[in-house]
């Protein structure tokens, strides 16, 4: 018996004794449960755990004909699904509509969101009068899965041409993050597809323990402020196997965020992975413990960028940026502490977020631009701990790309071309 079947023969006697010993007290458990009496479909799960139910959304008022607004039916069926132990909320494949939803927590526990179907957002602004920063949100959920196949579309056309950015002439107001996850915990999010969002496409907010993974997410290039996956203040995330283009960063990490690893990203079009922008306004950010790993970029403004605000105080640190392809990126490798995102020029300050432990290895491919590597660093704080190993950067089409280097001493292993002057 070779070592892998051993492991599997002693996991099925394992299981064997305990189903054993468990089929008494679990046949106690299910007499001492009241039967769950619903109008719906209810059906029991083979577990060992509390029955799984099925909540449909049709069987709850949602048409999914495309144009009326399902939203209430899409809550009712959640307050019920959230207050079942193990309930599965379907969503069948057809076109719903909604206006902002809200999903809260806590409910009983694992709770699974399975969308088969097509989700679409309102078109209507004034639907959003309430709150104009989200559409749909999971608020205080442990223990959720959001998977299925299924297509979350913010329908953001109305929302992008309203922007400030498309049109100068207009004030810059808010726009929806169509997928909010906020103050969650242990929640997974898998095999979904996320399309144009109207401002950001999902964001991860106060969370900790998430795996995000097999996430297409897509919007024109063009499309103002579109962040594909945002991080904010959550511990403990795994971004893997997901496809990233939209008009602005694919993922952005900032502030109060920790151990966040990005695998296996395909990025572009976009504005890249960006850690920040940070200290903002001369506020105080930490974001530490952030890998992304086998990366490969086309045609993005950047490629792995860290970016901070000068004025702003705390720290970026413990990065590793590793096994990454960049093919006609305009800015492959890049840190900004002289950040600037505003009309206003930004003046001199002594204070800024300070950049240590940043490891850049094996990245290769081409730059759209002749400076592949721009580490603009503070005077007063300049980037400390920055090394890197392997690196082959050169223009689109050939020919050398340079590095430019302000107020930096990196370290250098192996092959690393270019290299600062
Ligand atoms: C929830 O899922 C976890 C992990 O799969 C399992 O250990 C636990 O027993 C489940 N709880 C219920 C109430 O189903
Ligand atoms: C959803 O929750 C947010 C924050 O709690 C709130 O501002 C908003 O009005 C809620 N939206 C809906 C549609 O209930
Ligand atoms: C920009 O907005 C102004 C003010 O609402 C409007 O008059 C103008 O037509 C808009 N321009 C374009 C190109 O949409
Ligand atoms: C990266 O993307 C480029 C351009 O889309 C593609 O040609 C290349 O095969 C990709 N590399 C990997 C490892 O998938
Ligand atoms: C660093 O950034 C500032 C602000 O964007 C810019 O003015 C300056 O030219 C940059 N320095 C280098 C060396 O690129």
Not at 10 to 21: C, D
Not at 54 to 66: K, M, P, R
Not at 368 to 380: G, K, P, Q, T
Request: include cysteine.
């Amino acid at each position: 018996m070779d070592s892998k079947r051993a492991v599997v023969h002693v996991l099925a006697v394992i299981i064997g004794i305990f189903s054993l010993f468990c089929s008494s007290c679990c046949r106690h458990l299910q007499e001492d449960q009241p039967v769950v009496h619903h109008h719906i479909q209810a059906r029991r799960r083979l577990s060992l755990s509390a029955p799984a139910v099925t909540f449909d959304v049709d069987d709850f008022g949602a048409q999914g004909d495309g144009n009326h607004d399902d939203a209430q039916a899409f809550e009712k069926a959640w307050k019920e699904a959230c207050s079942a132990a193990g309930a599965v909320l379907v969503v069948p494949k057809k076109n719903y509509l909604l206006g902002p939803t809200n999903f809260s927590g806590p409910c009983q526990d694992n709770t699974t969101f399975q969308i088969n179907g097509i989700i679409r957002a309102s078109g209507d602004l004034s639907d959003y009068d309430e709150d104009r920063r989200h559409w749909i949100m999971f608020d205080g959920v442990h223990n959720l899965v959001v998977q299925g196949g299924g297509t979350f579309d913010g329908n953001g056309l109305i929302w992008w041409q309203n922007s400030c950015k498309t049109n100068k002439s207009l004030p810059c107001k808010d726009a929806p993050t169509a997928l909010t996850f906020s103050n969650c915990g242990n929640l997974i999010t898998r095999n979904l597809n996320i399309q144009n969002a109207q401002q950001i496409h999902v964001s991860f907010e106060k969370c900790s323990d998430v795996q995000a993974t097999d996430l297409q997410v897509t919007a024109p290039g063009s499309s103002p402020n579109t962040d594909g996956i945002h991080v904010t203040g959550t511990q403990n995330i795994q971004i893997s196997s997901s496809t990233i283009g939209t008009g602005d960063d694919c993922i952005s990490i900032v502030d109060g965020s920790q151990d966040v690893q990005a695998m296996d990203i395909t990025c572009g079009p976009g504005h890249g992975i960006s850690i920040g922008s940070l200290g903002s306004g001369d506020s105080e950010a930490h974001v530490s413990g952030v890998t992304v790993n086998r990366a490969n970029f086309s045609g993005t403004t950047n490629g792995v960028r860290i970016k901070t605000w000068q004025g702003g105080s705390g720290s970026a640190s413990n990065i590793k940026f590793q096994n990454i392809e960049m093919h006609d990126v305009s800015n492959p490798i890049i840190i900004d502490q002289n950040y600037c995102d505003q009309d206003a020029p930004c003046k001199q300050q002594k204070s800024a977020v300070q950049v240590s432990n940043v490891m850049y290895q094996n990245i290769r491919g081409t730059s759209a631009s002749d400076v592949a590597i721009e580490f603009n660093c503070s005077e007063s704080l300049p980037c400390k701990g920055i090394a890197l190993q392997n690196i082959d950067l050169q223009k689109t089409g050939g020919g050398s790309a340079t590095a430019s280097c302000s107020n930096i001493n990196p370290d250098y292993i192996g092959a690393v071309s270019p290299r600062c002057p």
